[in-house]
């Protein structure tokens, strides 16, 4: 039996770069993980390319997979679906294969929720950790215009708790070399590679 | 207030080659770790400096160290002592800094027991995934040397369970480079990460 790759999802906030990270990852040729094509029913953008941006699909073919439980997560943001088709994930982590995704907040919660086994990345803005500097040396915000982003900053720090490994995005090559080695490492990890030392000694007893 | 260090526990079998990886990792300079260095009432060995290799300590002075509570953890092997002294680690780890650990296997689940945030990585023997090949492309052992391995084999996998982290010691630049990897995804589990965020909404706010 092949053992079951490992699912890694990246997610973050909105605007934090989560696209540009994970596109960054996947120009590089090196990567032994798989993309998981996100499916959607807004309209392409110029350039974009079904089955390699997305999965351009109407309303009712993106319906009809909810209904019949094809949608490993999925949203909804100004009237469009977003979502990952859950066949493709699911032949490639049976294959061995390890699968990358990379989604909003909302999905990512719900992936937890199926898959609590799986690696789960938070790219967080840099402002995030350079809020207080920036506010202090600036001094010129109104406060409310400070108490807005402090509270989205405690939203945000809130959101994070529910995943395992938080990377600031201060630089994309940064933010993609330690989603790299985070991957590395948890290849590494007892809990994933027992299986193979346990089935090695099944099969010597056997 | 200065965030304390983390705690990186190298372990594993008896003759893995646990020291020469751990040497091989600080004959490198660009570590951003401190090591730990041991203490023992050992003998020292031709070419072993006191307070390089360990310190070396009489009988009367380690077994008051234990009385004191001055151990992190300890063993007795063949009539002598071994262990880490408690005080550099906590002052190391006061001070912020990451403090790495090459101890035996009763040490390791001495010190998992009152650090279980600390790190633990167990050095495998290459032979441990090499084991079933080898035994049946030579098929010349006699049984009970076969169940001998075999035996050997669960005992070290039911040791790894307690570790977050198997390496493969196959080559000795192989398992530094996946330890340096460890340490390096470790500092970006938001477990970690969080008192640092925490901290600054709270100095915000205050």
């Keep these: 039996m092949t053992k079951r790759g490992m699912l890694i999802v990246l997610s973050g906030p909105s605007g934090v770069g989560k696209g540009t990270v ?15 094509i996100s499916m959607t029913t807004r309209q392409p953008r110029p350039g974009e390319v079904d089955g390699v941006d997305y999965f351009f699909v109407s309303k009712e073919e993106f319906e009809e ?3 019949t439980g094809g949608m490993l997560e999925y949203a909804k943001y100004v009237d469009n679906y977003y979502g990952t088709p859950l066949k493709y994930v699911n032949e490639t982590l049976d294959s061995g294969k390890d699968v990358f995704l990379e989604i909003e907040v909302n999905g990512a919660m ?13 790219l967080t803005p840099p402002d995030l950790m350079e809020l207080k500097q920036r506010l202090i040396h600036r001094g010129t915000d109104a406060m409310d215009v400070i108490n807005k982003r402090v509270a989205t900053a405690v939203g945000e720090i809130k959101m994070m708790q529910n995943y395992d490994y938080a990377v600031v995005n201060d630089e ?4 993609v070399e330690k989603i790299k080695t985070i991957i ?23």
Tied chains: 1, 2.
């Design 172 to 175: 994309v090559n940064n933010a």
């Design 110 to 122: 719900q992936v937890r929720a199926k898959s609590p086994d799986g690696v789960f990345v938070f």
């Design 184 to 206: 590395r490492s948890e290849r590494l990890r007892v809990t994933r590679v027992m299986p193979d030392y346990l089935g090695m000694l099944g099969e010597m007893n056997s």
């Design 22 to 36: 994970r596109k960054a990852i996947f120009d590089q040729n090196n990567n032994d993980f798989q993309y998981s």
């Design 65 to 67: 997979r909810i209904q």
